[in-house]
């Protein structure tokens, strides 16, 4: 199964020098991704009054999808990737190829929402990585 | 051995009909999914028109989404694509992030229309109807 130490650093790799920055409000510096529920912050990550520069991902951690099958289910997890773009002069084209090309894990279409003055949003390009694991069932 | 005549053209005039009424089924769907206070929203806003909304809430301000539906058809008239033509439709739909940090839920009505008119079942049913 794939676990979220694993998916951080298949990002970390990937993005390398690219992946923005959390500045905390103590100070501390640590590469933006946000795996959530964070395993010691919970859903509170990162903290109010952290300032994100340049690329943040947020990954959220599934919950199981289930079909039942004979002798067994099949378990569906979706984990939802979104990538922001922090630096209005800049974008998510070349990091979205690169996670692309090389995520080694199913993956759905990125959909990419650019940035709109009446909204006032950033740009974001959202998608799944997908993982399908069979559990059998059996009986005692 | 028995024969079955099929008369196609009166079959193919079945299926554009019941296609014709499906489409119109799912486009009713797909207004009142926008139109509907079905969205739930983490804080209170107001709106371009004035209007003071919190949650559950429709995604109705000035009504510019819900009218750039357009409805493109294919030139055989067997398919039919949904779009809505303003640029924060997609924004709108998948959810997004504000310069300031706040995370707009997705909204996604499409899927909410859809499971509300259930086209393909819709489809079925009206063209045992028709033959």
């Given at each position: 199964m794939i676990t979220p130490i694993e998916i951080r650093n298949q990002f970390l790799s990937l993005l390398g020098s690219v992946i923005g920055q959390y500045k905390f409000t103590d100070g501390r510096i640590q590469s933006a991704i946000a795996l959530l529920?964070?395993?010691?912050?919970g859903w509170d990550f990162p903290n109010n009054g952290t300032v994100t520069a340049g690329i943040e991902a947020v990954i959220i951690r599934p919950y199981p999808g289930v079909t039942e099958l004979i002798g067994g289910r099949q378990k569906k997890y979706e984990w939802a990737v979104t990538l922001k773009q922090w630096d209005a002069s800049n974008n998510l084209l070349a990091a979205t190829e690169q996670l692309v090309n090389n995520l080694t894990y199913l993956l759905t279409t990125p959909r990419t929402i650019p940035p709109n003055a009446a909204l006032g949003n950033i740009e974001t390009v959202k998608f799944e990585i997908i993982e399908y694991v069979y559990q059998p069932i059996v009986e005692v | 051995m028995a024969k079955i005549k099929i008369d196609t053209k009166k079959l193919n005039s079945a299926i554009a009909r019941s296609f014709d009424k499906t489409l119109d089924r799912l486009s009713e769907s797909l207004d009142y999914a926008i139109d509907a206070d079905l969205y739930e929203y983490p804080r209170t806003t107001k709106r371009k028109s004035g209007e003071i909304v919190s949650s559950p809430?429709?995604?109705?301000?000035?009504g510019n989404l819900r009218d750039s539906k357009v409805i493109a058809r294919s030139s055989d008239g067997n398919a039919a694509e949904f779009s809505w033509d303003v640029p924060y439709s997609l924004a709108v739909h998948e959810g997004y992030t504000t310069k300031t940090g706040k995370d707009v839920p997705p909204r996604r009505w499409t899927e909410k229309g859809i499971e509300e008119a259930d086209p393909i079942t819709f489809f079925t049913d009206a063209l045992a109807r028709e033959l």
């Open positions: 529920p964070d395993e010691n912050h | 809430r429709n995604l109705v301000d000035l």
